[in-house]
């Protein structure tokens, strides 16, 4: 059976927010462009974002590492969000594995965002139905694009091709050659989901960070203690005036 996922190489991944705002764009139509300062979200922020990137420090300082994590549904092999639906909403395909909600029968109960313990599904407050990653699965199975354009948005997005999309059940897919050859991992297999999806872990640079190299000797102002002089020094409001 065939089992389509991504895997998101952490090596790679710059934090950028691309994949969360094509996410949007393409599945949720929400604005994706640069926010507004004044009041961006407006009184009432309401939406949903299938992705989102976490971002966090690890380590202590100064021997820090920032990463920046990506995750939306993993669509699980085993996927305890599907039985806990009373109305058979949630739903595996059995042609690809893509995990799904039938908007139609979705009542909105939540039981199954309570399921899943990656917490990958958000409520639609508007349209009062369960929502989450599809994978793209109008995008990828539409013929009439290009064939090169059948990727879920947020991998054709990635500036740095941290995202890969194929078939983790055939074993020379692009996602399963980086699984096996780059110690591609799941989270958290003591819930026995069998996430599809995978990560490729970051890869540590060892870097050795002297004291002196954290005191800044080239900055100009600091020179003999003294600063340099301003060229508009003792110039008044009424020098620029025209
Ligand atoms: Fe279900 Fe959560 Fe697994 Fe997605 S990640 S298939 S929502 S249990
Ligand atoms: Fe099923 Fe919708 Fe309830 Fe989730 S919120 S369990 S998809 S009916």
New binding site residues.
């Given amino acids: 059976m065939t089992q389509l996922a991504l895997v998101i190489d952490l090596n790679v991944c710059v934090g950028c927010h691309a994949c969360v705002t094509s996410c949007k764009q393409w599945n949720t139509s929400g604005a994706a462009g640069p926010l507004v300062d004044d009041q961006p979200y407006g009184a009432d922020p309401t939406g949903t974002f299938f992705n989102r990137v976490q971002t966090f420090e690890v380590g202590e300082f100064p021997n820090t590492q920032t990463v920046h994590f990506p995750k939306?549904?993993?669509?699980?092999e085993d996927?305890?969000?599907?039985p806990v639906c009373p109305t058979g909403a949630?739903y595996?395909r059995k042609e690809d594995g893509i995990?799904l909600v039938d908007y139609d029968k979705c009542i909105g109960c939540k039981y199954?965002?309570w399921?899943?313990?990656?917490?990958?599904?958000e409520i639609d407050e508007e349209r009062k139905v369960m929502t989450?990653?599809t994978l793209c699965v109008d995008r990828i199975t539409d013929t009439a694009l290009p064939a090169a354009e059948r990727k879920p948005a947020c991998v054709l997005a990635c500036p740095t091709h941290a995202r890969l999309f194929g078939d983790v059940h055939d074993p020379e897919s692009v996602v399963s050659v980086a699984i096996r050859e780059r110690g591609g991992y799941a989270l958290m297999p003591e819930w026995n989901?069998r996430?599809?999806?995978h990560y490729l872990p970051r890869r540590r640079t060892e870097l050795t960070v002297h004291a002196e190299d954290l005191v800044r000797v080239d900055n100009p102002l600091k020179i003999d203690g003294s600063r340099p002089e301003s060229p508009q020094q003792g110039l008044g409001r009424e020098d620029f005036a025209t």
């Fill in positions: 939306s549904c993993l669509h699980c996927p305890p969000c599907v949630s595996k995990v199954c965002s399921a899943c313990p990656y917490g990958a599904r989450k990653c989901t996430p599809a999806n």
